[in-house]
């Protein structure tokens, strides 16, 4: 264990200037001990279940987190990446490094790739890492014309690349994440990141009216605060180690896990949400609860945002968002009526 | 002016009043918004700016005579699909920067087109500067300062050449929209209307009391 003593972090992060070391070593006295319980236990599944077919353990599995030797592969397996690769062929990748794709595209990806964790060792110009990440985000763009890039999409495959250290492996876990697992966050109009927004903040208002009250009362939209949650899956955002360790309920169980990843850091920190007295302390205040000692507790923030939320079946959250999506449109018509 | 009429405190000091303004920065991406407001709050600048998701939100405050107006300054994202986001973050603003590059001249034709929704759609009377960024390379220029200052005045913008880089016209183009903001007035245009508060009364509880 040597990284608590180091500037970085395991994934090459470098640690904050204020970066709670105490309370860090704290954690991971207590959290690398359930680590080496769930990679024998991890061990175990893999012989008895290889395939990793979707079953109540091993959901139960993947919430109590993915040992990193193995997250490539479990990811992999969970998210429906081999049906997506039976259909459109195994090839895919390398044929889509050779369809040209739009020029103003392709120089939006180039601007940003340098600028994808700029403070990570394992990213610099001319690394390895810099090219993989230009040409995933190129295939995917080859692959999507409708989407093309969208700016966030570099936070998510530059962790996948840290995590799986193989550019294919990260192609089709990004597809089967976009085009599978999330609404269209990343389309041309963003219209599943707007819509989920206001889905959150309905949430919010069923579960914890008074912090939806309280940014009503200081004139704070939701937008300002968790566009970034959506679109990066709380890449950039979460400590690490949570970040991925909500990434492995999202590739089992889907975008509903966002919502209770929100909807937790929302319920754990209301006092301290509610205690802002304007606009600009509580921007403050969502901007520092996520590098928080619960936030950076992974263990016990997931534990708690399964049993601590309440029920949040799918068929809610759909149901919210064909409600949202139908007002919205209804009042592009009367918008598009009035002007004649 | 703003503050002729506050009255002297027993020590003999002027209390200060603070004003606050709401302001958001547009442009298209990797034009240097975030760079002018990095620059600006903290003095810095990186060559590798992480380009922004949705939304950041800073403050910073400036003092003209014994006004002290804090902005809080709304930075967005500038690739053309985060667009549909932008009217949630405008809304209510006071004042804006729209920025450009002056080494690419479409980014020129975007701030234009920034220019025109937000005296359409933002808030009546909001303030707008318009801001060349990245002076510091002005061997590759390809915007000319006549055609932009041009175009600012038959806008009526202010207009100002910057660079996040070596600083230039950064404080300064902030101070100029301070400078320009109205500060003594209790009329509220639209959303949130401008809130001025006694810095010896400490909180906002005063909001609706403007300066007098
Ligand atoms: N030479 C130069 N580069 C700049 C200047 N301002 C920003 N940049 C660079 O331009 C890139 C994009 O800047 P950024 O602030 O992220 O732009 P944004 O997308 O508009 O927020 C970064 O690599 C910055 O370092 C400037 O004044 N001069
Ligand atoms: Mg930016």
Not at chain 2, 73 to 83: C, V
Request: net charge positive; glycine share 4%.
């Amino acid at each position: 264990m040597t990284s608590k003593f180091s500037k970085y972090d395991e994934y090459g992060f470098v640690r904050a200037d204020d970066f709670d070391y105490v309370e860090y070593e704290q954690f991971m006295s207590v959290y690398l001990t359930v680590l080496s319980k769930r990679s024998m236990r991890w061990a175990r599944i893999m012989t008895s279940n290889p395939q990793l077919k979707k079953t109540a353990r091993l959901k139960q599995f993947v919430r109590k987190g993915i040992p990193l030797s193995l997250r490539a592969q479990v990811w992999t397996s969970i998210s429906g990446v081999q049906k997506m690769k039976d259909k459109d062929g195994p090839n895919l990748y390398k044929q889509m490094l050779n369809k040209p794709i739009n020029e103003d595209i392709k120089n939006i990806i180039s601007v940003d790739v340098p600028r994808t964790y700029p403070d990570n060792i394992y990213f610099y110009p001319t690394s390895e890492n810099h090219a993989a990440l230009f040409r995933i985000l190129y295939a995917f763009a080859a692959q999507n014309p409708n989407i093309g890039y969208c700016q966030g999409l570099n936070y998510i495959v530059g962790l996948l690349l840290l995590i799986t250290k193989n550019e294919e492996t990260c192609f089709w876990l990004l597809r089967v994440l976009v085009e599978n697992k999330l609404p269209d966050y990343y389309s041309k109009t963003m219209d599943g990141v707007i819509v989920d927004i206001e889905v959150f903040s309905r949430l919010v208002k069923k579960k914890f009216p008074d912090v939806s009250q309280h940014m009503t009362n200081l004139d704070m939209p939701w937008a300002l605060v968790i566009t970034k949650w959506f679109i990066c899956l709380f890449a950039e955002v979460l400590p690490i180690e949570t970040t991925l360790r909500v990434w492995d309920c999202l590739f089992y169980e889907g975008s509903k896990v966002i919502f209770r990843a929100g909807l937790m850091l929302v319920k754990h920190y209301r006092n301290e949400l509610l205690a802002c007295e304007d606009i600009a302390s509580l921007a403050e205040c969502f901007k520092s609860i996520v590098q928080q000692p619960f936030s950076l507790n992974c263990h016990v923030f997931i534990k708690e945002m399964f049993k601590n939320i309440g029920s949040l079946p799918m068929a809610l959250i759909d149901d919210l968002r064909r409600q949202v999506s139908a007002e919205r449109n209804a009042d592009k018509s009367t918008y598009k009526n009035r002007k004649g | 002016m703003a503050n002729r009429a506050v009255p002297q405190r027993p020590n003999g000091q002027t209390p200060g009043k603070i004003c606050q303004f709401k302001l958001v920065l547009l442009g298209e991406s990797s034009v240097g918004k975030s760079s002018l407001v990095l620059r600006f709050v903290k003095g810095q600048f990186h060559e590798y700016q992480e380009s922004t998701i949705g939304a950041a939100f800073l403050t910073q405050t400036i003092h003209l005579n014994d006004v002290a107006v804090k902005f809080e300054i709304w930075d967005t994202a500038g690739q053309e699909r985060y667009h549909s986001l932008a009217p949630m973050y405008y809304r209510g603003a006071q004042a804006a920067i729209v920025v450009y590059d002056i080494t690419n001249q479409d980014t020129f034709e975007r701030a234009k087109n920034w220019v025109k929704e937000l005296q359409r759609q933002a808030t009546p009377g909001i303030v707008i500067a318009l801001a060349g960024n990245k002076l510091d390379l002005n061997t590759m220029r390809s915007v000319q300062t006549d055609e932009s200052q041009t175009y600012a005045y038959e806008n009526g913008l202010m207009f100002m050449e910057t660079s996040a880089k070596t600083s230039a016209n950064v404080t300064e183009i902030f101070k100029a929209i301070a400078e320009k903001l109205p500060k003594n007035e209790n009329t509220n245009t639209a959303g949130q209307g401008r809130r001025l508060v006694d810095s010896a009364e400490g909180s906002n509880k005063s909001l609706s009391s403007c300066c007098k």
